[in-house]
């Protein structure tokens, strides 16, 4: 944090040093205020019986019951589902946009990508209910009947009777999450010593394998933390989610049946929670915001040990 | 956009009735100010979003006659009024339910006036089917999952002249908690010996069934699921469109949601002391059973006297020109009797 050495520091610059540090651990004391009055609050639901609050399924505010397990099941799998078809997408549009693209066109697509970024959650959620829903459910049928005879396949795509339903959630998530991990993973692309790809094509390599070879493993962590930017928007999206989730209660090994999330199980039971229900849903709040913190730490071991095998130790 | 028409209609009648009140000149109904002088200032509610459509409407139109007290009453749901009344957040709370232990209201401290009420429908996507009649047990058999298939004999029973399909029954209910499934599961409760879910504002619905969050959106998945049954207040399935079933009364009557139903199953039930009443499955022929109550919580000592007069102006208004607004926004108003007895609980509570 020295700025200048002892001759230079005047008293400007120790202020400002103070300023920035200040800054800098508001984020920290604001994380920590937030964590420590939430877990005060959510204590008397969870204290009832901590083990239970975890990896109980049955929530059932009238008997005072609360298992939060079928709420982290909702979140984990709708997530999952919006990462397995947002990544690839993005990192598409990505490659697209710094690869191929001409670059005339490439300014109006990053505006467009932009744009989508800055529609508000409760739009989608709104187009998924209205628009998504009606019109995907005998999708949902015809495919179940297809897989019918394949097992595994037939757990997983099973008979439905509502296009609200994890699936539903997990597209609607995918286009959410798609804007923010494109720009991020356009940023890390464009980052890519211009040198190694050159290199690339000098040794004959063809676009495909110059992306293969030079820009992927360059780009590897970025792309983590660009995923885990948009994980975390995925895991926390409350109201689009709520909107087409369908709110049940259970876990089922079927994408296609209905099922709830910890942050759209919050928002529904918010306005009308007594007491207790009310700390056991700022419990789920705290549990998320534990998970949140949990994931993004392992995105980093995985990205460290990526990036050792993929570049050498060197960087 | 008909929120809005309704709204403005509702706005034009209160003005005709506020001018056609001051053409005659202080009629007796109209108590409220304090002779005569019209109270000012600001008066705050929160609590159930049940009654809100009318109540939203009422304070436009209140507007009107005294622009001078500005009214307003946010929808946060019964528990959280009840519990802001309770921390003295607001002058006064709407909930649907009646007031528990830790609810947040000091018992004594406060006062139920009854407003308006409404029925819950069964509304059903059945095309080709209208008309369908549930009875009591046939529906809490439904509605927990027992009967799945519309072509089940139960059903057939009290619809001989339906063709019923073969179609899986996709239950729909609300995600959030909620005052209405408090009311509808309080009536399968009481009124059915095969519900065994209880009674709660929110219930564990089986694992099939489908949630919509408020009554928009159970209505939405009614009417985009082929097959499905759910309860949605009045305003909101007149306002879709959806056909409701007719229900099966305390008296063995198969009966239509209607105002008129519901006004007659307040009509007859039981009001207690403290005003609290329940009219779900209420005796008489022409009562609608899963009628719903919605209460406004004044306090019975208020810090502000001005807020006082205030509450008490607006509350009267709402029973008494107030109540004519109730049918256009799809509420019951209040029968004459029950009407009478809060408007005196009211100048008793506030005087």
Redo the contacts between chains.
Sequence with gaps: MDLGGEARSRRTDKGFTGLVTFAGLTVLIVLGLILATTSVQAWPAIAQDPVQFVTGS?????DEVFGTLSFLYGTLVTSVIGMIIAVPVSIGIALFITEVAHRRSRKYIVTVIDLLATVPSVVFGLVG??VV??WI?PAYQWFADLVEPIPGLSTVFDQT????NYFTAGLILAVMCIPIITSISREVFATVPEIDKQGAYALGATRWEMIKGAILPHSFGGLVGASMLGLGRAMGETIAV??VI?????M?ANVF??G?TMAAVIA????????L?RDALIGIGVLLFAITVLINFLARVVVRRAEIQMKGAHS | MKLNRRTIFGTLTAGALAMSMAACGGSSDDEGGADGEMVSGEITGSGASFPDAYYAAAIEAYAEVNPDLVVTYSADGSSAGKEAFGQNLNDFAGTDSLVGDGDGPEPGSFQYIPTVAAPITISYNLPGVEGLQIDQETLANIFQGTITNWNDPAIAATNADATLPDLPITIARRSDGSGTTKNFSTFLDEATDAWTLGASDEIEWPASSVGGEKNTGVATIITQTEGAIGYVDLADASELGLVTASIENADGQFVQPTLDAATAALAGAEVADDLSYNPLDAAGAEAYPITAPTYILIRTEYDDENVAAGVKEFVNYLLTDGQDIAAENNYAALPDELRQQAIDALNETIA
């Design positions: 049955r929530w059932s505010p009238s209910s209205l829903v009606p459910t009777n509502t296009g609200r709520s909107l369908g709110g049940a209660v259970g089922s049946a209905p709830n529904q039971q918010w306005g009308e929670a007594g007491d229900h």
